[in-house]
């Protein structure tokens, strides 16, 4: 089966605030951090209650007996923590050949969820849960500074049906049975988010006009188009039991093409964090590290890395020998916030696992070295440049003319400035980090009136969602995924839309209609295009 004519909108976004998050030195490192992974590890975390048995939901799907109501009703998680929030997990095993299973945590949309659009969430890493996100970032539920688990104000199952899965196998509670089953590339990881995905559109029965949106951060940056490009290949190629709808992507401060991203002196310099003395050091660092990168030398790579940023391996790292900084994932805190740190050993008791329904199996995101680090590592090094090229069209010639206007929110707040052209959406967002949900999750939270892209009312605009703002009177109304970037960019590829004409409506400017071929696809990111340098020059 094929897809209908679509195009993907894409939402780039550039941060004022860069983060990434860095040791004191070698004497608190417990476990060598990966070239990106910027998500904290957890201490490993016992305790003698029943932690239930795993549940796997693959098998019941094709099986006569189980009716997907059953299996719904299987999988419902029941935790007192959780009461008042409906949601559902469980295992899907996307290779049988390895056993390899995949950990998945839905929460149906509060508000019409056999409508609402699916959002697929991915943390990054690689290596990273996306329960941080659920918990840290947009989900329902949070941790106050004390620890204290509670409701989240602005989360994204608002509105929206909202996936976390631990992706790739072998990250958080998903697991594999053999070698063989860790994703060595991103093709890997494609198929099997697909598998994942196509077997919760069984179980779920979600309407056909339910668009998919796949979102993430970090070194989803990879993650996103991986699935994103699958779908597009094998549902345009071959009939599949299951047709996924498709509507487009959101890539928040992404890492797709490290060669390019590696050039932190230039914005620290910029930002006043270091001097000219500082920047020459960088400079020289960054060149050697690109170098190694170009020669696949991923020691190499890591070990400029480390010296410039985490300090794992010296006496501290360059950035906090010359800032003082401890935390680089946001410029605005010289320490890391520590809220995140009970997530581990809540989600490692019994009592949350028998409710998850994930029994004994390993949570893997806690310091100690990941396999999925170590299969990935010559990924690591790789751009998805090849799979976006086929699918891109960049309008870079737009975009090289193209003004940046203010965005502001309804109450007139200064929430960042908007650029776009053709189908590219570049916006700067105030006072967030690399987690930026986290750090600005009201100008984040997707709603009806700020997410016209991931809604098929037509009172709003097709557009996706991460920081949104609402447009009033006559004009159309749109929303604009926002999260903060691991270099200067933050790409949100987004929108696979079956209309062939789309109403774009930035604040200040009037409506426009632009039109995009029958069947086109359209993917941006920022390692590709010959608007790259334009894109970069702020």
């Given at each position: 089966m094929k897809f209908s004519s679509f195009t993907i909108r894409i939402f780039a976004i550039l941060f004022c605030v860069k983060q990434i998050s860095c040791a004191e030195g070698n004497s608190k490192a417990e476990y060598r951090k990966s070239f990106i992974n910027p998500y904290p590890r957890f201490k490993a975390h016992y305790d003698k209650g029943d932690p239930g048995e795993p549940l796997f939901l693959t098998p019941l799907i094709t099986d006569p007996k189980w009716t997907k109501e059953m299996i719904r009703n299987i999988s419902r998680v029941n935790h007192k923590d959780f009461e008042d929030v409906e949601s559902?997990?469980?295992?899907?095993?996307?290779?049988?050949?390895?056993?390899?299973?995949?950990?998945?945590?839905?929460?149906?949309?509060?508000?019409?969820?056999?409508?609402?659009?699916?959002?697929?969430?991915?943390?990054?890493?690689?290596?990273?849960?996306?329960?941080?996100?659920?918990?840290?970032?947009?989900?329902?539920?949070?941790?106050?500074?004390?620890?204290?688990?509670?409701k989240?104000?602005?989360?994204?199952?608002?509105?929206?049906?909202?996936?976390?899965?631990?992706?790739?196998?072998?990250?958080?509670?998903?697991?594999?049975?053999?070698?063989?089953?860790?994703?060595?590339?991103?093709?890997?990881?494609?198929?099997?988010?697909?598998?994942?995905?196509?077997?919760?559109?069984?179980?779920?029965?979600?309407?056909?006009?339910?668009?998919?949106?796949?979102?993430?951060?970090?070194?989803?940056?990879?993650?996103?188009?991986?699935?994103?490009?699958?779908?597009?290949?094998?549902?345009?190629?071959?009939?599949?039991?299951?047709?996924?709808?498709?509507?487009?992507?959101?890539?928040?401060?992404?890492?797709?093409?490290?060669?390019?991203?590696?050039?932190?002196?230039?914005?620290?310099?910029?930002?006043?964090?270091?001097?000219?003395?500082?920047?020459?050091?960088?400079?020289?660092?960054?060149?050697?590290?690109?170098?190694?990168?170009?020669?696949?030398?991923?020691?190499?790579?890591?070990?400029?890395?480390?010296?410039?940023?985490?300090g794992d391996m010296t006496n501290g790292s360059l950035f906090h020998n010359l800032t003082g900084f401890d935390y680089y994932y946001n410029y605005l805190r010289t320490k890391e916030d520590n809220r995140s740190h009970a997530l581990g050993t809540f989600l490692q008791s019994s009592t949350v696992r028998k409710a998850i329904h994930v029994g004994n199996k390993t949570f893997h995101d806690i310091d100690t070295v990941n396999k999925v680090e170590i299969y990935l590592k010559d990924d690591i090094m790789d751009t998805v440049a090849p799979w976006i090229s086929e699918l891109l069209n960049t309008d870079a010639h737009i975009y090289k003319i193209a003004r940046r206007e203010v965005w502001r929110m309804e109450d007139g707040e200064v929430a960042g400035y908007a650029k776009h052209a053709g189908n590219l959406i570049e916006i700067m967002v105030r006072n967030a980090g690399h987690m930026a949900p986290a750090d600005q999750p009201k100008w984040i939270i997707l709603t009806p009136v700020a997410l016209g892209a991931m809604s098929d009312s037509t009172q709003f605009t097709r557009f996706p969602s991460n920081a949104f703002f609402k447009l009033t009177g006559g004009m159309c109304k749109r929303s604009v995924l926002k999260t903060a970037p691991k270099g200067l960019l933050s790409i949100f590829p987004f929108a696979l839309q079956r209309s062939a004409a789309t109403c774009v409506q930035l604040p200040g400017a009037a409506p426009q209609s632009i039109m995009t071929s029958p069947g086109e696809i359209i993917l941006y990111l920022s390692s590709i295009s010959n608007n790259l340098n334009a894109l970069r020059q702020r």
């Open positions: 559902y997990s469980g295992y899907l095993t996307v290779d049988p050949n390895y056993n390899s299973n995949m950990f998945f945590w839905y929460f149906p949309s509060e508000e019409d969820p056999a409508y609402a659009p699916v959002v697929l969430w991915l943390q990054g890493g690689p290596g990273a849960s996306s329960l941080f996100g659920l918990f840290a970032e947009n989900g329902p539920f949070e941790f106050n500074e004390d620890g204290e688990l509670g989240r104000n602005y989360t994204w199952s608002k509105t929206h049906n909202l996936i976390y899965i631990d992706n790739p196998v072998g990250t958080g509670f998903s697991f594999t049975d053999h070698e063989e089953g860790y994703a060595r590339n991103e093709k890997t990881v494609g198929h099997n988010l697909h598998e994942a995905v196509q077997q919760l559109y069984e179980i779920f029965e979600w309407s056909g006009n339910s668009d998919f949106w796949i979102a993430g951060e970090s070194y989803a940056g990879k993650y996103v188009p991986a699935l994103a490009y699958h779908i597009h290949k094998v549902q345009n190629s071959i009939d599949t039991r299951t047709i996924i709808p498709l509507k487009g992507m959101a890539i928040g401060n992404g890492l797709s093409d490290p060669i390019h991203q590696l050039q932190y002196g230039d914005y620290l310099y910029q930002l006043g964090l270091i001097d000219e003395h500082g920047l020459i050091e960088f400079n020289e660092a960054e060149k050697k590290g690109k170098d190694c990168i170009a020669s696949h030398k991923m020691d190499c790579a890591f070990e400029v890395f480390d010296n410039l940023l985490n």
